[in-house]
């Protein structure tokens, strides 16, 4: 990889924006009627990324698409992190069942 590679590797930081962020310029394109191509160059994020929050908008509003809702997509993410836990417990509970079981033996 050359030195140039590497620097341009390094200065790619995925950008966070805030949720008020996105729905205003999801809101530019929706209410306002503006192209993604011009909303995007404005703001200064590429068009994909806009792209994206707008179709997650539209699904999010029911007007058509195909893809879960935001809530649905927390929801999925809640029921797995609750899933982990309850495996871990599992394991935790199986493991002092064996060891209390050799205790008594």
Known sequence: MS???KTKKQKQVRKRHSDEFKAG???LVLREGRTVASVASDLDITGSVLHG????ARID???GG???TTSDKD??????K???????????LKKAAAFFAKESA
Request: hydrophobic fraction near 45%; aromatic fraction near 4%.
């Open 61 to 63: 509003g029911g007007q």
């Open 3 to 5: 030195m140039d590679a």
């Open 53 to 56: 929050w707008v179709r997650q």
């Open 25 to 27: 310029a999801v809101a």
């Open 75 to 80: 929801e999925v993410a809640r029921l797995l």
């Open 82 to 92: 609750e899933n982990r836990i309850l495996k871990m417990e599992r394991d935790i």
């Open 66 to 68: 195909s893809g879960r």
